[in-house]
């Protein structure tokens, strides 16, 4: 809750810094919603902004340009009384940001990664790994170097067997380990 001001009232802000949750969940319920105002407008642009980000075009300068300033034609900047100049995308621009071939792919297991250099993209939390201990019992951690601690390996020693293994879980040392994507 957001203090009022003057002679404002109070309001209530909701920040998501998760793409993932803007593109795949935030975005499409708020396309069941008909805008009867500017936001409508606004609400297409940041639609558009969201999925650049999350196809990974924003890595490309070129691609990065365009996404901020189709970003200072929103909100503010497209009222009748900002009075500065606004320069609006072009229709190929907007085009070009839209239909630009994307740079990173999403793994089954919440990961993602480079497409041309098919490295993981260090990220926000996109999976947990869970472990079946050799007692069966199942746990849940947030972080690699936690597994590796569980477990008594070195993380980059994991981190391997997990690249390369196609089975659901990697077995090591009795114990048995696996990615789960958190949002995908």
């Not at 708020?30 to 890595?59: Q, T």
């Not at 239909?99 to 990173?104: A, C, E, I, Q, R």
């Not at 690249?163 to 380990?177: D, P």
Request: charged fraction near 25%; charge should be positive; proline fraction near 4%.
């Amino acid at each position: 809750m957001l203090k009022a001001r003057n002679n404002s009232k109070a309001s209530v802000s909701l920040t998501i810094k998760n793409i993932r949750i803007l593109n795949n969940y935030f975005i499409p319920f708020l396309e069941e919603m008909v805008f009867l105002s500017k936001k409508g407008l606004d609400f297409n642009d940041f639609k558009i902004i969201c999925k650049a980000i999350y196809n990974g075009v924003h890595r490309i300068d070129d691609m990065k340009s365009l996404i901020l300033k189709l970003s200072y034609t929103m909100n503010n900047f497209r009222l009748s009384t900002h009075t500065k100049p606004v320069e609006n995308l072009s229709k190929d621009e907007k085009e070009k940001l839209i239909l630009t071939t994307p740079t990173v792919e999403y793994l089954s297991d919440g990961r993602q990664i480079d497409i041309v250099t098919k490295k993981v993209i260090p990220q926000q939390a996109s999976c947990v790994y869970e472990i079946c201990k050799p007692s069966g019992e199942l746990i849940i951690v947030n972080t690699l170097v936690e597994v590796a601690s569980v477990i008594g390996i070195d993380p980059d020693t994991l981190s391997r067997h997990l690249e390369v293994s196609k089975r659901q879980f990697v077995e090591l040392k009795n114990y048995k380990v696996r990615r789960i994507p958190v949002f995908s």
